[in-house]
């Protein structure tokens, strides 16, 4: 089993976290919390309250852990085609995989990664819906101190299984969105180049960022819900399962709330998997 895809994913995946996490701090918070008037409004108080450090809130986290999932979600979609097409990711250029082939392979990377996901993703929803600003003297501290202590105080109060909270609608949202992700990807970069060519940078660089907003957008729905079901165990809120959260959630805030964050999702999107597909394809073609 090819091994690079696995290791060009993890540092293109990381790469790819930086650039985005300020953008999706303010998407968790839009999403599960009702204090913020839109975007700009959640930055500015971010900012006053929490300093710049505010948007970076359990950063350091994911950078360990969802680069891993990255690096699961590239090397299994390749070693997938690999197993389909009888094609290494060299050979592909010259003899493209068929849509159908590059979507079930997505499609089998969005299943895997979400459940290495999801136990991280939890406490980076949970980390970064802490608006308390950073400790001064005298003010009460966060109910987290940081992600180990965050997953420690789940597994206690919660049990094993509450690490997993919101894994199921986490496993909906990335299976079918991460096979439009690669579809789209691979689209777009052939619409761009000749037949057998390698894409070029500009060509990968805005494959990959409409690959992030088309797969986002699809996502968005299923990320509210994913969002507000992990925060269901913190809040007194309590859902009876994923249907139940979908349909309280419409009849309390209206249809509009399974595209909260969409906006900012999308604008995060875009250079995150700009940036991520032409690290992704650079690395590659540099190991040969
Ligand atoms: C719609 N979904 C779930 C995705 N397209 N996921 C893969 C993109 C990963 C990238 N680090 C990001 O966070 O955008």
């Not at 809120?237 to 994923?242: C, E, H, W």
């Amino acid at each position: 089993m090819p091994v690079e895809e696995f290791v060009a994913g993890w540092i293109s995946g990381a790469l790819g976290l930086v650039l985005g996490h300020p953008f999706d701090t303010v998407k968790v918070r839009l999403q599960t919390q009702t204090t913020y008037r839109g975007i700009f409004d959640c930055m500015v108080k971010t900012y006053r309250h929490e300093s710049l450090l505010g948007f970076f809130k359990g950063m350091s986290f994911p950078i360990a852990s969802i680069a891993v999932v990255n690096s699961v979600l590239f090397g299994v979609y390749s070693n997938a085609l690999l197993v389909l097409t009888a094609t290494s990711h060299q050979e592909r250029r010259a003899q493209p995989p068929s849509y159908t082939h590059v979507f079930i392979a997505g499609c089998t990377g969005g299943f895997l990664q979400a459940y290495c996901l999801a136990p991280f993703d939890l406490i980076k929803v949970r980390l970064q819906n802490q608006t308390e600003p950073r400790a001064k003297p005298g003010s009460p501290p966060p109910q987290y101190r940081g992600p180990v202590h965050c997953a420690a105080s789940i597994f206690q109060a919660e049990g094993p299984r509450g690490l997993f909270r919101g894994a199921w609608a986490l496993t909906l949202r990335d299976t079918p969105t991460l096979g439009i992700y690669f579809v789209t990807y691979e689209w777009l970069c052939r619409q761009f180049t000749l037949d057998g060519q390698t894409p070029s940078s500009g060509t990968v660089l805005v494959a990959g960022g409409f690959a992030g907003i088309t797969s986002w957008v699809a996502a968005t729905p299923l990320d509210v819900i994913k969002s507000r079901m992990q925060m269901a165990g913190l809040k007194q809120r309590a859902y009876g399962g994923l249907l139940d959260c979908m349909v309280s959630s419409a009849r309390q805030e209206g249809l509009g709330v399974f595209f909260r964050g969409l906006t900012i999702n999308s604008a995060r999107a875009f250079p995150v998997n700009a940036v991520t597909f032409l690290s992704y394809e650079h690395l590659l073609l540099s190991w040969g």
